[in-house]
């Protein structure tokens, strides 16, 4: 007798929320910052076609590991960058990227981050790329500071100098997904003006499944 297994409506739903998620949080980071050096390649072919060559190599790159991160995705891992660098060079990786395209610059200050469960891990970088897309596509910001901290909990800061933004609202895909990922890990999120005039956002992570666990 051929037995047929359905998932229950209420899984199915949680599954797909979550795949369009990271689809969201990965690519959608990786795809606006190819978008970005692609315009400024197309700029730079008329004036400087040596260095549109050099960045167009480097999209060509960026291209595959977008693709690397489709297929980690769909296989459940989790991001290519942080597989292959850790938490701290992953986002210092993913600003490199940016500056390249993009003329606000982002500072990281990393102290003393020791090596980290996986979930967390991945709730800080996906908090992080999705908040630095956000000073990049709608603030205005000439500058930008990450910051990340250990002290038994995991800090993690975004701030910029941009146009600011409604303290802890804002119903957007984006916004959504960084308070999920932080909730998800027992955290806390949230987003608030900051003392530059811009917008600050902070998430604490803790660890519950202890310094160095997956």
Same mark, same amino acid.
């Given at each position: ?13 949680e599954a ?7 689809l ?5 980071p ?19 076609? $040596?260095?549109? $060559?050099?960045?167009?190599a480097?999209? %060509? #790159? #960026?291209?595959?590991?977008a693709?690397t991160?489709?297929?980690r995705?769909?296989?459940g891992?989790y991001?290519?960058a942080?597989?292959?660098l ?8 993913? &600003?490199?990227?940016l ?6 610059r ?6 003393d981050?020791?090596?980290?469960? &996986?979930?967390v891990? &991945? ?6 790329? %999705? ?9 205005g ?8 901290r250990?002290? $038994?909990?995991l800090? /993690?800061? /975004? /701030?910029?100098?941009g ?9 957007g ?16 999120w949230?987003? #608030?003006?900051?003392?530059?005039? $811009?917008?600050?956002?902070e ?12």
């Amino acid at each position: 007798m051929r037995r047929e297994f359905i998932v229950p409506t209420d899984a199915a739903d949680e599954a797909r929320r979550r795949l369009l998620r990271d689809l969201h949080d990965g690519l959608g980071p990786s795809l606006a910052a190819i978008a970005l050096g692609l315009r400024a390649a197309r700029h730079l072919a008329v004036h400087d076609p $040596g260095s549109a $060559g050099l960045l167009l190599a480097r999209l %060509e #790159e #960026e291209v595959h590991t977008a693709v690397t991160e489709i297929r980690r995705l769909a296989s459940g891992a989790y991001p290519a960058a942080l597989a292959r660098l850790g938490l701290a060079d992953a986002v210092r990786a993913h &600003v490199a990227a940016l500056a390249d395209r993009h003329p606000v610059r982002v500072d990281v200050q990393c102290a003393d981050v020791p090596d980290l469960p &996986v979930s967390v891990q &991945v709730a800080a970088y996906r908090i992080i790329c %999705e908040a630095l897309t956000n000073v990049v596509r709608h603030a205005g910001a000439r500058h930008c500071t990450v910051r990340l901290r250990f002290d $038994g909990c995991l800090h /993690v800061e /975004v /701030v910029d100098d941009g146009c600011g933004a409604v303290p802890n609202g804002g119903d957007g895909v984006g916004l959504n997904s960084m308070r999920e990922r932080a909730l998800e890990v027992g955290g806390t999120w949230r987003m #608030e003006h900051a003392d530059t005039g $811009g917008t600050r956002i902070e998430a604490d992570l803790p660890l519950a499944g202890g310094v160095g666990t997956g």
